[in-house]
């Protein structure tokens, strides 16, 4: 992957960059500008006027400017990554041809599958998570018929008024006893 042409990465990147909300018209004319006044090869006057026509959606703008530019080669496409890297680096960083690029260059393996992201659900959930299987770890240490682990039980839970409530702690205790008078 590393040997990719502009134009495949543009390809691969155009889907990404038409979505809605990615692009603002305001980031596409400033790109459309910096091609055709830094670099007039690439976009000529007339080129760059068709690309900022108002009366076109700001989709279908985009999409031919990319058609446009993967038809004239490779430069022309690097060209357009220059410009959208100095106008909108956080976007750049963030299309998928670099994020390939930084997982081949990083660990040797190209992969085409999203990764998926553990910590979208907040901390809240985690939180719950760890509260569930904390107090099903206790459960399961507190419900073991072996009177030497309900003495160690009776340890952390006597040692344990910072974590656990002191009325939480006094009933557990009590049951502990109770099971350990059972038994």
Not at 47 to 63: G, Q
Not at 137 to 162: H, T
Request: positive net charge; proline residues 4%; charged residues 25%.
């Amino acid at each position: 992957m590393p040997d990719q042409s502009y134009c495949d990465r543009l390809k691969q990147d155009m889907y990404f960059l038409t979505r809605n909300g990615r692009l603002s018209e305001h980031l596409v004319d400033k790109i459309i500008l910096q091609l055709n006044r830094v670099y007039p090869q690439i976009l000529t006057n007339k080129e760059a006027e068709k690309f900022r026509n108002p009366k076109a959606s700001l989709h279908i703008r985009l999409s031919d400017l990319i058609s446009h530019l993967q038809k004239k080669g490779d430069k022309h496409c690097q060209e357009f990554y220059r410009a959208l890297q100095i106008n909108a680096e956080q976007l750049y960083n963030d299309l998928p041809s670099r994020k390939i690029l930084k997982t081949s260059a990083s660990t040797g393996i190209d992969t085409d599958k999203e990764k998926y992201i553990l910590t979208d659900r907040g901390p809240m959930f985690f939180l719950a998570c760890f509260s569930v299987a904390a107090g099903l770890a206790l459960f399961m240490y507190c419900w073991n018929p072996d009177p030497k682990v309900i003495g160690g039980a009776k340890k952390i839970l006597g040692f344990s008024p910072i974590i656990i409530g002191r009325h939480v702690r006094n009933i557990c205790m009590v049951y502990i006893e109770d099971t350990s008078r059972k038994n």
